[in-house]
């Protein structure tokens, strides 16, 4: 098994709303700014987080997830990231443990050095206290430094420095600064693309960085892995010459790059289009991923004539794949929190009514035949749909979503947003339009 080395850092917090994506975003922007290849990652099933360090490092951010992914294809990313990069970050998910697959698990499993981002507002010695809590909460975690987020002044700065116990660096700070703060919204940031001078914002936070920060490059230390693709290769291109329409826009973003690799890596052609403002191109199957549909309604409702052509996609029996928002847009209609109705596609039975509350997160598991398919929900609507569901998807943790999955004709639709790559038998049955066996609840 060979090994390659590349220099590696997993940036985690204690808890959401630290500055993590700010601060890794500003850390590739300022490595790739010096020069250097970066690779980016991000911890958990997030679509958006991604899109930044995508922008920031000039190179594709992929998950990293072991609930989701399993191991061998976190360690097959790594180790593909490590024989092109000159560094390699991490950018944890929530507080530090939080979670079944938590940032210091996955840190752990793969041998990499942990810095925390700790918001210090009106905070002194305690910052201390926490940075020697996220150090010593686990033996087998190694937290070697920390950076300040949100400091209100060099002396404040100094103050919190001083709190560290000498096993813990202070690696900087950045400065309580409103321009550095990235906005959101109910599924969290703002999309990259929405951003206006993003380009000019990464400079200018990896300036701040680079000005308040102890940036030398990390230690190097290995990455391995053993191909084992197995199962496509079982496959033997099940969907070769299946064409493919993939939705992706500002509606329709949400989308795994593995996911539309592994259509690639079974033959399929996949062809990429825009709800919003484009008809349905010529396909034989089509991919509804989610993302923001109801901050489009009315651009995807005046789309009269794609709605026409998914209409007849699925009365001539043609394969659909729906998660989450893409279900959305299948249904009869939708209402936002400010009482407009949408009617969209119209081709599943049923309604649904965005909420100001969370209605669904976790990540799921669904069993079909013999076979299963994992994924992840994170979903603000609820939905009342006239079908009996084929089977649930159920939370592989002890807390989380059970969410129905759908077959409606060649439609199969779920608030489910799902990693092809845990199960290509399944993906390519579905694209196939081929019958599914009555799915169970997993325990």
């Known amino acids: 098994m060979e090994k390659i080395m590349c220099p590696a850092l997993f940036v985690t917090a204690p808890s959401s709303d630290s500055g993590k994506t700010t601060v890794v975003a500003a850390m590739a922007r300022f490595w790739r700014n010096q020069g250097k290849t970066v690779r980016v990652f991000k911890t958990g099933p997030d679509f958006i987080d991604p899109k930044f360090h995508e922008v920031a490092s000039g190179h594709r951010a992929y998950q990293l997830d072991l609930g989701m992914m399993g191991e061998a294809i976190c360690r097959r990313h790594l180790y593909e990231a490590a024989k092109e990069a000159d560094l390699i970050l991490i950018e944890g998910v929530m507080g530090m443990f939080d979670g079944t697959s938590s940032s210091a698990d996955l840190a752990v499993k793969f041998g990499i050095p942990m810095l925390a981002v700790i918001p210090a507002a009106k905070m002194a010695q305690t910052f201390g206290a926490i940075a020697y809590g996220l150090a010593h909460y686990r033996n087998d975690v190694k937290l070697f430094g920390v950076v300040a987020n949100k400091v209100g002044s ?61 940036m030398p490059l990390p230690k190097a230390i290995a990455f391995e892995y053993q191909a084992q693709d197995t199962q496509i290769t079982a496959l033997n291109q099940a969907l070769k010459g299946v064409v493919i329409a993939v939705a ?124 299963e398919i994992k994924g992840h929900c994170f979903h603000y609507s609820t939905s009342d749909i006239d079908l009996e569901p084929i089977g649930t998807a159920t939370s592989t943790g002890r807390f989380g979503s059970s969410e129905p999955v759908y077959q409606h004709g060649s439609v199969v639709a779920s608030y489910v947003h799902w990693y092809f790559p845990s199960s290509p038998q399944i993906v390519s049955s579905w694209f196939l339009g081929q019958p599914l066996a009555k799915g169970g609840v997993n325990e």
């Open 248 to 371: 992706c826009d500002a509606a329709f973003a949400f989308i795994y790059h593995d996911n539309l690799t592994l259509l690639r890596k079974l033959g399929a052609t996949v062809c990429l289009f825009s709800p919003i403002t484009d008809n349905l191109p010529h396909c034989d199957a089509l991919y509804l991923p989610g993302g923001y549909p109801e901050l489009h309604g009315e651009a995807l409702q005046k789309n009269h004539l794609l709605n026409m052509c998914i209409q007849k996609h699925v009365a001539d029996n043609k394969p659909v794949v729906a998660e989450c928002g893409g279900m959305l847009y299948l249904l009869g209609s939708l209402t936002n929190t400010q009482l407009q109705t949408f009617h969209w596609a119209n081709v599943l039975p049923g309604t649904a009514i965005m909420s100001e509350r969370l209605q669904g997160i976790g990540i799921v598991s669904f069993a079909t035949g013999d076979e």
């Open 154 to 214: 060099v002396g404040h700065a100094k103050l919190l420095e001083q709190s560290l116990p000498d096993d813990i660096a202070y690696c900087g700070y950045l400065a309580r600064d409103e321009s550095l703060a990235l906005p959101d919204r109910h599924l969290g940031l703002v999309q990259a693309d929405e951003i206006a001078d993003l380009d000019n914002w990464l400079d200018a936070a990896a300036t701040r960085l680079g000005n308040s920060c102890n």
